[in-house]
């Protein structure tokens, strides 16, 4: 994790102590759970507090156990689980967290936890990748290939949603969409023992075909004689929508 990422979600750690202390109001707390997320295997937690009659805030956390990425086919034109030799992506795997505090504004009389609301929200994710694969050579001469690496993301941006709360106990939240900015910061290393010399012009060449546009924006660095690390740093859109259910504490 770079001094850049740790300050930002240093600041987001005390930004959400902040906003949680009780500030004099009665509160009224509900913890959720998203239920899309879990058709991914991504377990999303949101705790909610009021804060004012017309506000509250939000913490949501989520984790994400060893899976195959989901939605990994959008980077390319190529079929990235096809079960080909030299397939970089054919065994990847990830896992990771994130953390995303909101500030809502209801915007109806009827006050917090009741109908529209708009959220401006902060999002950080942390994912952990790893793979083997084989690559064949134009002799049928096959090399094991090992990669590790991580995907940050740090996002902003507004949700526009509808929450309705029985007695402030049984709660569903609808996020009927949220739009933000996301800057991504993708870092691969790539090692193979018993290939050295054309190591780099093998990893250039596979991983920019099979990065799709994104690959042409990837830098190479040969670190050692069996390694190459591969970075690629984007903005990109952010679109999400989202359902969750809950109780009142």
């Given at each position: 994790?770079g001094?850049?990422?740790?300050k930002?979600?240093?600041?987001?750690?005390?930004?959400?102590?902040?906003?949680?202390?009780n500030?004099?109001?009665?509160?009224?707390?509900?913890?959720?759970?998203?239920?899309?997320?879990?058709?991914?295997?991504?377990?999303?937690?949101?705790?909610?507090r009021?804060?004012?009659?017309n506000?509250?805030v939000?913490?949501?956390?989520?984790?994400m156990?060893?899976?195959?990425?989901?939605?990994?086919?959008?980077?390319?034109d190529?079929?990235?689980?096809?079960d080909?030799?030299?397939?970089?992506?054919?065994?990847?795997?990830?896992?990771?967290?994130s953390?995303?505090?909101e500030?809502?504004?209801?915007?109806?009389?009827?006050?917090?936890?009741?109908?529209?609301?708009?959220?401006?929200?902060?999002?950080?994710?942390?994912y952990?990748?790893?793979?083997?694969?084989?690559?064949?050579?134009?002799?049928?001469?096959?090399?094991?290939?090992?990669?590790?690496?991580?995907?940050?993301?740090?996002?902003?941006?507004?949700m526009?949603?509808?929450?309705?709360?029985?007695?402030?106990?049984?709660s569903v939240d609808?996020?009927?969409?949220?739009?933000?900015?996301?800057?991504?910061?993708?870092?691969?290393?790539?090692?193979?023992?018993?290939?050295?010399?054309?190591?780099?012009?093998i990893v250039?060449?596979?991983?920019?075909?099979?990065?799709g546009?994104?690959?042409?924006?990837?830098?190479?660095?040969?670190t050692?004689?069996?390694s190459v690390?591969?970075?690629?740093?984007?903005?990109?859109?952010?679109?999400?929508?989202?359902?969750?259910?809950?109780?009142?504490?």
């Amino acid at each position: 994790m770079g001094i850049k990422v740790k300050k930002i979600f240093i600041l987001i750690i005390i930004f959400t102590a902040f906003l949680l202390t009780n500030n004099g109001f009665t509160q009224v707390n509900i913890i959720k759970i998203n239920l899309p997320s879990l058709v991914f295997k991504n377990f999303y937690i949101c705790y909610e507090r009021t804060r004012e009659e017309n506000r509250s805030v939000v913490l949501g956390l989520s984790y994400m156990p060893e899976r195959k990425p989901p939605f990994l086919y959008l980077l390319s034109d190529e079929d990235i689980y096809k079960d080909i030799p030299d397939n970089p992506f054919v065994n990847l795997k990830m896992n990771g967290f994130s953390i995303t505090p909101e500030y809502r504004y209801y915007t109806t009389a009827y006050g917090a936890l009741r109908w529209f609301y708009l959220a401006p929200y902060l999002r950080y994710t942390h994912y952990w990748l790893k793979s083997d694969y084989i690559y064949e050579d134009d002799n049928k001469k096959q090399t094991d290939f090992y990669l590790k690496g991580r995907l940050t993301n740090i996002c902003g941006g507004l949700m526009v949603g509808s929450h309705w709360s029985h007695k402030n106990f049984i709660s569903v939240d609808w996020w009927i969409l949220e739009i933000g900015i996301m800057s991504s910061n993708l870092l691969l290393n790539i090692s193979a023992e018993d290939l050295k010399e054309d190591l780099y012009d093998i990893v250039e060449e596979e991983y920019t075909d099979y990065l799709g546009n994104f690959g042409k924006k990837a830098k190479f660095t040969e670190t050692s004689d069996s390694s190459v690390k591969v970075t690629l740093k984007k903005i990109l859109p952010h679109i999400r929508i989202g359902f969750s259910i809950g109780i009142g504490l």
